[in-house]
């Protein structure tokens, strides 16, 4: 060895020493460090990938993101948008030359060309409200969309002519459905989404459909012909689920139905030959959980058939193979999110694992993907130690092109995390979890324990990677979070197994893990604690009505009284048909049995409540009912309100950072 060789070593030695001596744990504030991946869009040809790139500003709290490309091989990584701007969903035209996006300015959304051989930007349209659906004609000379179209209304109270020049109350505003305001969007307003049409080449776009009811996709099935998945039905309140897949003539307007079951059929997506329909559906039994099924029937709407009826897994983001002979899709299986595809016969093939990265606060499922002809394809690459970056491959394989966070973690210390496995002591129900020790953990030590619930019910956690939970970790304690019985991607069963009987013993499968950390030995049984949200909050709230052993609680955005929830919250008509058999004033016995206001007076942990002020998932009143009953009953409680929050906390920077401190405080006020 040369000593220039050997000097070389020693330097790079000191220099990886240095920095892993200058490693601190996670803060707070580096939530506005973080970035991710998500979208991309990888082109026909397969040879280029679009993506939006997406990052935070610490000096107005809010979101960005810009369009980048790159090629396949991760050569020639370059940004299409710069500056702080909201740019999303990159659309390749068919001949891979061209390329939508829409970027978010206030209320105004702007819908974009680039042309990469000239390098220009052309504004096609600017609408005051979104725009979603991006799709070219087979020629690329048209682009359809969606976008809300107001309905003006009649006002039916009639109010005396006010005098000249005098300032009056604003009207009462009218409300007549039974959907009438939704989590993030508000009260609603009258309207619904239409289908528009705009030339490649620029000029006003013009709406050709003007449908009552809710069109969920659309896609061009011809040139005078799409194909949309919509329920225009008119009795859509009480059956919001029951979905069909249409031909629509957008010159004549004509509407051919080709599915007529009772269940959602959506996401229609016509094979590149022009031959053959995929889409997704099932039939809809009012289960509290029920699983997309992949169909594929002849472009007539004939020779229906399931294909991947032997799968017991969730089935999402359909695209056809560039020979029209496959189906890729994404599903999460035990944690984690897959890529795979079936066959025009239902076999089935696993491709790659490790799709998402995309859940900023807590470990969900998530992630996309795209598809090119000739069967590449490029996702979102995100586990427990990075969100989401690029990764691309073809059958089976997996590079990852991005490091987005690289420079950030070479400087932190992330908690390790890891699988655990153990049996429910209901009924040996087989429960899989994971544990995150802090940094520089040393089992001869004894720590405190969080145990941290998904919401859903009907989603799961997973291998992926949560600023919450990590942030927790950084703080010393070890967290434990779970998938109970409910949670997605062990199949239809073990899903079902809390349907109309939610919470109940999903409360044995987190204290059994709970148990099963204990044994363990490095944890320290005077200091338990527990949190969790929305279904988190379900049964955080509930598990301190049954149990006292944890030191303290945060509840964050929980339901707290079925009764009040199903009358109050968004998605009404959901509620009370699938997770309920019957109405509230004909079975007020069992929504109170499952309402956690029923054992407050069990109550004896220190308790907080956490949710956001415009929360209609989950309402505040709720949180509200459970925090006034502790006080009356004198058990140590606080009440958080997040201003302006939606029942999605972590949008803004600011909030989750507001979440994470409060929980850490009402532990750490309680830590032994």
Request: overall charge positive.
């Amino acid at each position: 060895m040369t000593k220039k060789i050997y000097l070389n070593l020693i330097i790079t030695s000191i220099f990886s020493i240095s920095i892993y001596a200058q490693k601190s744990n996670l803060e707070p504030l580096d939530i506005f460090k973080l970035q991710y991946v998500s979208n991309p869009q990888i082109s026909p040809d397969g040879n280029s990938i679009l993506y939006e790139r997406n990052f935070k500003d610490i000096m107005t709290d809010s979101n960005h993101s810009n369009i980048w490309i790159v090629n396949y091989d991760g050569s020639n990584s370059r940004p299409i948008t710069t500056g702080n701007s909201k740019c999303s969903q990159p659309t390749w035209s068919n001949d891979g030359k061209k390329f939508l996006f829409k970027s978010k300015i206030d209320k105004a959304t702007e819908l974009y060309l680039y042309d990469l051989k000239k390098k220009s930007l052309q504004i096609l349209t600017t609408v005051q409200s979104d725009i979603s659906n991006l799709r070219w004609s087979d020629d690329d000379k048209r682009i359809i969309f969606l976008s809300f179209v107001e309905e003006r209304e009649e006002k039916l109270i009639e109010l005396p002519e006010k005098p000249e020049g005098a300032k009056w109350s604003e009207p009462p505003i009218e409300i007549t459905d039974l959907e009438f305001r939704s989590d993030g969007g508000g009260y609603l307003k009258k309207g619904n989404r239409q289908i528009f049409l705009i030339s490649a080449d620029g000029g006003p776009p013009i709406k050709i459909s003007s449908f009552r009811g809710k069109i969920y996709s659309c896609e061009w099935f011809n040139k005078k012909e799409l194909i949309i998945s919509a329920n225009l039905k008119t009795n859509i309140d009480f059956e919001p689920r029951n979905s069909d897949i249409h031909i629509y003539n957008f010159s004549s307007k004509r509407l051919r139905k080709l599915t007529s079951r009772f269940g959602p059929d959506f996401s229609p997506k016509v094979s590149h030959d022009g031959e053959k329909i995929a889409f997704l559906g099932f039939d809809d039994k009012f289960l509290g959980y029920q699983q997309n099924e992949l169909y594929v029937m002849d472009r007539d709407g004939k020779n229906v058939k399931n294909i991947s009826k032997e799968f017991d897994r969730n089935v999402t983001s359909i695209f056809w193979s560039g020979d029209s002979k496959k189906i890729f899709f994404k599903y999460d299986d035990y944690g984690i999110t897959k890529l795979g595809y079936f066959n025009l016969s239902g076999k089935f093939k696993f491709l790659v694992s490790e799709v998402g990265g995309l859940s900023q606060g807590r470990p969900y499922s998530g992630g996309s993907f795209s598809i090119s002809r000739n069967e590449r394809y490029a996702l979102t690459f995100g586990n427990v130690y990075n969100p989401s970056d690029l990764g691309v491959g073809n059958n089976g394989s997996m590079r990852r092109l991005t490091n987005l966070n690289e420079n950030l973690f070479q400087l932190k210390k992330l908690g390790k995390v890891n699988e655990i496995k153990y049996k429910s002591s209901y009924d040996n129900l087989d429960i899989q979890g994971w544990i995150v020790t802090p940094p520089n953990f040393d089992p001869m030590k004894k720590y405190p324990l969080i145990l941290e619930i998904h919401g859903g019910p009907f989603s799961n956690y997973g291998f992926r990677f949560s600023t919450e939970i990590q942030l927790y970790a950084s703080k010393g304690y070890v967290v434990l979070y779970l998938n109970p019985r409910g949670s997605t991607s062990y199949g239809k069963k073990f899903a079902n197994e809390i349907h109309h009987n939610y919470p109940n013993h999903d409360y044995d499968d987190l204290i059994s893990g709970v148990d099963y950390i204990i044994d363990k030995g490095f944890i320290d049984e005077k200091n338990l604690f527990v949190t969790g949200g929305s279904g988190g909050g379900v049964l955080s709230s509930w598990i301190i009505g049954k149990t006292d052993i944890f030191s303290a609680a945060v509840v964050a955005k929980p339901v707290i009284n079925w009764y009040s929830f199903v009358l109050y919250a968004d998605n009404t008509s959901i509620y009370y048909k699938y997770w309920f058999k019957n109405f509230p004033w004909e079975d007020t016995e069992n929504y109170m049995k499952r309402s956690p206001i029923s054992y407050v007076g069990n109550v004896k942990t220190p308790t907080m409540l956490l949710t956001g002020e415009k929360d209609y998932r989950t309402p505040i009143s709720e949180s509200e009912q459970f925090y006034t009953a502790l006080k009356l009953n004198r058990i140590e409680t606080m009440l958080v309100r997040i201003p302006n929050s939606s029942h999605s906390i972590a949008s803004k920077p600011s909030n989750l950072i507001a979440k994470v401190n409060s929980v850490l405080y009402w532990f750490g006020k309680f830590r032994k």
